[in-house]
């Protein structure tokens, strides 16, 4: 099977979403400040500069994948001596579309936001004014599946007994996770869709609680205020771990390493695989040599000892794309998120 980020074959009444890892034939325009790259970035003019600081925003609360996601990068840069500083500003709300109007303003293009899955479907579902296409793509990191949990009192002891509740009892089963629109909430329905629901009916049955970071999910858990929950692994190993939260199902097509006990829903007999993509974005209108001396901060970042041990350690998968690539990536992802949002009935 192949890896696609929320990838989902919904065979269903002929249903078939194929999964946002397409294949485009438009790239994102670039588009063009001043800054550059301690390994040669250049202005449009050709005079070598050099980013000696960056600001980096985690478009969420503290505790989630972005936030995760957003310390890690800062570590390595000042760590491993390619920035003097790059401080993390946490802006949360709205599935990162608030991070996204601040960067839409900044006027510094040594600005680093982290982008991915759960920010493009945020911005359909929101009808965010300010969209990443407006923005300036500079990489994709990483892939991570998503993990469904219970609390660990739960009656539920498997994936396909907690689906038939909410398809039976629905908004009494509530589910939490990130945002709304988000990839916890389109793997919710997109499991409801799997189980024979049609788009109209989902939206009626599903009581998705939206949290604008893991932490707060994971709270909800422990406190037994919903029946279930998801998000990355990253974000509930721990809580695994200790026993806290009972995992059922994790979304990707093979198990995870971090929680190699933790079936797939494939393996539960449920066909649907969906991993959560995370990268980052610069702010639109800087110059191509401000593009590329991004690029390669983060290249340099990419390929060092201490970013492959982190992602490691928090069981994420590499999946480094920059330049025309991520730009295609990025396209094929929004346009494939547009037609899953409306298969599963969160946007009309």
Known sequence: MRSFTQHARLRRRGV???GVLVTAALALSACSGTAGAPAGGSTAG??????????VIAPADPGGGWDQTARALS???TEDKLVSSAPVTNIGGAGGTVGLANLATEKEPATLMITGSVMVGAVETNKSKDRIEDMTPIAKLTEEPAVIVVPA?????DVKSLIAAIVKDGPQVAITGGSAGGTDHILAGL???DAGLDAATIPQKLNYV????GGEAATMLLGNNVAAGISGVGEFAELIASGDLRALAVSGA???EKLPDVPTLTEEGIDVTATNWRGVIAPGGISDGDRAALTDLVTQVHDSDAWASIVAENGWTDAFLTGADFDSFLTGDIAQTKDTLSVIGLVG
């Not at 939206?210 to 970071?213: K, L, T």
Request: net charge neutral; proline share 3%.
């Open 210 to 213: 939206a949290n604008s970071g």
């Open 153 to 157: 009192s739960s009656p539920y002891q």
């Open 46 to 55: 050709g005079a070598e500069t050099a980013i000696t600081s960056l600001k």
């Open 191 to 193: 499991l409801l869709t």
């Open 75 to 77: 570590q390595v840069l």
């Open 254 to 256: 093979e198990r995870s």
């Open 16 to 18: 078939f979403v194929s």
